[in-house]
């Protein structure tokens, strides 16, 4: 099968900037590194805003690093593209069997294998030139979270919890963001990061039920099915951890009573999440999934305002 430029694949945007903007051929290239689709560099990138954040409270008076959170948010869409492209090598023929990915570059033929592979060279490069503006500390935790984003396409097909793996690489932001203020770790960070990860198991888990029938057709392994009746349950569990070692990394850190505040705005919004998620509802899960680049925002303004009181 092959893919016309212009065809988009079913959970982008529908006359997303990419479709109505880029030539012709660009067009798959950037549908592989999700460009059509900013929520992964969003979702990415907040963990790095919240490890900036959490270092401005811990040292007022050095503040918060608006140019390192330029740079990171850089790195983040340079990164989440090479290694949705990492994973569209990957799982190019799975791809094929599920409904809502058949249509990407590589299954439906629109790229080949092996120009994906030079395409993902080259973001991770432009990622590297990103990572080494930051202290020696940074660069080589930055180094290390490769190793997770290396393992993560391989884990649905050998482990119940892939997204235990996608938390670990995605939540990697928040001790990135911390050390490349202070040099090193601490408790708080390291605080945020666990938190993070069970934010990531709960709206990736929400994500993959997307796919749950396809997913039990192909042998495709995800805490959506393993959850099965109880996700709800399973997801406010994670979510209220996440939030639980949230507060604690702000409180360790010497944040009060206007983050504590603040952020809950950033509960409800989880707590919203798991009461409304319907699974046999279209767009559903998706909806609130992508719900979660708000709770990015509102968790990174409440530090910022602990900050600034």
Not at 48 to 66: E, I, K, R
Not at 97 to 120: E, K, N, Y
Not at 187 to 200: E, Q, R, S
Request: proline share 5%; charged share 15%; net charge neutral.
């Amino acid at each position: 099968m092959n893919q016309s430029p212009s065809a988009t694949v079913p959970d982008a945007k529908r006359g997303n900037w990419l479709d109505r903007y880029a030539p012709a051929w660009l067009k798959p290239y950037g549908r592989l590194a999700r460009w059509d689709r900013p929520i992964g560099f969003y979702l990415l990138f907040w963990p790095c805003a919240w490890g900036l954040g959490l270092a401005a409270v811990a040292n007022p008076a050095q503040g918060f690093d608006w140019w390192g959170a330029v740079l990171m948010l850089i790195g983040a869409i340079l990164m989440r593209g090479a290694g949705c492209t990492f994973n569209d090598i990957v799982d190019r023929d799975i791809d094929m069997q599920v409904a809502r990915t058949r249509l990407r570059p590589i299954p439906s033929g629109a790229v080949t294998a092996r120009d994906a592979l030079a395409f993902l060279v080259a973001q991770a490069l432009l990622g590297s030139v990103i990572l080494f503006q930051f202290n020696r500390f940074t660069v080589w935790a930055g180094v290390a979270s490769l190793v997770l984003v290396a393992i993560y396409p391989f884990m649905k097909r050998v482990t119940w919890w892939p997204q235990a793996f996608l938390g670990l690489a995605f939540s990697y932001g928040a001790l990135v963001g911390w050390t490349s203020q202070t040099g090193g770790l601490a408790w708080p960070p390291v605080l945020l990061y666990a938190g993070t990860i069970l934010w990531v198991i709960g709206y990736d888990t929400i994500y993959a039920l997307q796919d749950i029938e396809d997913d039990a057709l192909v042998g495709v392994k995800s805490t959506a099915r393993l959850f099965g009746d109880h996700v709800k349950p399973a997801v406010a569990t994670l979510y209220a951890g996440a939030y639980m070692l949230w507060m604690a990394a702000g409180v360790m850190a010497g944040a009060g009573i206007v983050f504590a505040t603040l952020s809950l705005l950033a509960a409800a919004m989880l707590a919203w999440q798991v009461w409304t998620v319907d699974a046999d509802e279209p767009d559903n899960p998706r909806f609130r999934f992508d719900s979660n680049k708000y709770v990015g925002i509102v968790l990174t303004l409440a530090l910022l305002a602990d900050w600034v009181w």
